[in-house]
């Protein structure tokens, strides 16, 4: 079965065409500035090499019809026809509590995707578009949504709720979600099966550290906290989120700027993180770290600062599952960084694990860091959310 795999956002499309069987990535690629002047599309076949094109892309339907192009062309292409594509997996920012799972996507599932835009005004719309698109351009293709909050919905209320009028939970439906769900589902089965132990029996925490980032706690297969919250703004020290902050800092800096609340938010989401904490150097942690090694003292503030978030939480899920098995790293600095591994592991040494200095340098490999006398398991998992997408979509559509 050949699964097309997209990710939508408001002005690119990314995407995968996997083989399910074999779960053989075929070709991936990016559609970027759609809408924009000066789109392109990058297409990577397998084992080829990466072809980007200019061309213009006025929507995502244009988009769309790209991406066919490309899989079925003679060049570049790895499948003869549109027919060989047997269904689509999209990823979904967020299904609020409409939905604990995946879903085949109909006129209902749509309706209750749209009712979600509210949490999730910048992804979801744009999510919406691109399953449109591809309902246009592959008519009768079966389409399954497969949504970054999902799985967090097993979360206790304890958990979920803010400590604030009950109302706004009633009214709005504010309260934690949590995302990347795909990718904490994936790492927590995958640590399970790599220690060959049943996930149920478990207690394991799930460190996904990207430019995006978000801890979880994994107990007997389930969420029952995460990082994240109504969006992917809390929680942890990011690329440029801030992550938790006194929630009366927006006012006071809105107050002293003249700026309103929502350019705050802006400022938080954007300018913030590692970013900003680092006085504007960079949000991406190899500048971070050879800036450190260069003895920059504000990125060796910055990295602290982050590995001290990091270390907080999994000390704080750790109570909240009374104890951990497996903390398990992942994402473009978890899977990559072995100086944030580092000092986290300082940390966490305390819970009996160790990170053996030698496998620590291994970068982007399944390994387990800790030693076998260790009562915790420290380990290294690449992350697939594509791939993730992909069985989800086999499931849902065999
Ligand atoms: P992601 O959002 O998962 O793609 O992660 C992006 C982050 O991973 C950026 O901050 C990158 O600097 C970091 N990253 C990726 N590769 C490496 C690497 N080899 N060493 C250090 N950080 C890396």
């Not at 065409?17 to 690629?29: F, M, P, Q, S, W």
């Not at 009214?171 to 927590?188: A, C, I, L, N």
């Amino acid at each position: 079965m050949n699964i097309l795999v997209i990710n939508c956002g408001s002005s690119s499309l990314k995407y995968q065409l996997i083989e399910a069987d074999k779960e053989e990535v075929l070709a991936k690629g990016l559609c970027e500035r759609i809408g924009i002047d000066g789109s392109a599309i990058t297409h990577t076949p397998a084992g080829g090499d990466k072809v980007t094109t200019e061309v213009p892309m006025k929507d995502h339907k244009d988009a769309v019809k790209l991406v066919i192009e490309k899989l079925t062309d003679e060049k570049v292409g790895v499948i003869k026809s549109l027919s060989e594509i047997d269904a689509v997996g999209h990823r979904v920012v967020h299904g609020g509590e409409k939905f604990a799972s995946s879903v085949v996507i109909n006129d209902e599932v749509m309706a209750a995707i749209a009712e979600c835009n509210d949490l999730a005004p910048l992804h979801n719309p744009a999510n919406i578009i691109g399953i449109n698109a591809c309902a246009d351009v592959m008519p009768g293709v079966p389409q399954v949504a497969v949504f970054d909050t999902a799985f967090h919905q097993t979360m206790p209320k304890k958990a979920y709720m803010y400590g604030i009028p009950y109302e706004y939970y009633e009214k709005y439906k504010v309260r934690r979600y949590g995302f990347h769900g795909t990718s904490h589902d994936f790492v927590s089965n995958r640590a399970a099966e790599i220690l060959g132990k049943d996930r149920k029996d478990l207690k394991i925490i799930v460190c996904h550290l990207g430019n995006g980032a978000s801890i979880s706690a994994v107990k007997n297969g389930q969420s029952v906290d995460t990082s994240m919250g109504l969006t992917p703004l809390e929680g942890l020290i990011m690329g440029t989120r801030s992550g938790d902050i006194d929630p009366a800092i927006i006012s006071f800096i809105a107050e002293k700027d003249g700026i309103t609340a929502d350019e705050v938010v802006n400022i938080l989401n954007k300018k913030s993180g590692v970013l900003g904490l680092s006085n504007g150097l960079s949000s991406d942690f190899r500048d971070l770290g050879n800036a450190a090694d260069e003895g920059n003292e504000m990125a060796k503030a910055t990295l602290e600062a982050y590995a001290y978030r990091v270390a907080k939480y999994i000390g704080s899920y750790t109570v909240a599952m009374g104890g951990v098995d497996v903390i398990a790293f992942t994402a473009g600095i978890g899977e990559n960084n072995a100086q944030v591994r580092a000092m986290v592991g300082e940390y966490i040494a305390c819970l009996g694990t160790s990170i053996d200095p030698e496998k620590n340098k291994i970068r982007g490999e399944e390994v387990i860091l800790s030693s076998d006398s260790d009562k915790v398991v420290t380990m290294i998992i690449p992350t697939d959310e594509e791939l993730a997408i992909a069985r989800e979509t086999v499931r849902l559509t065999k």
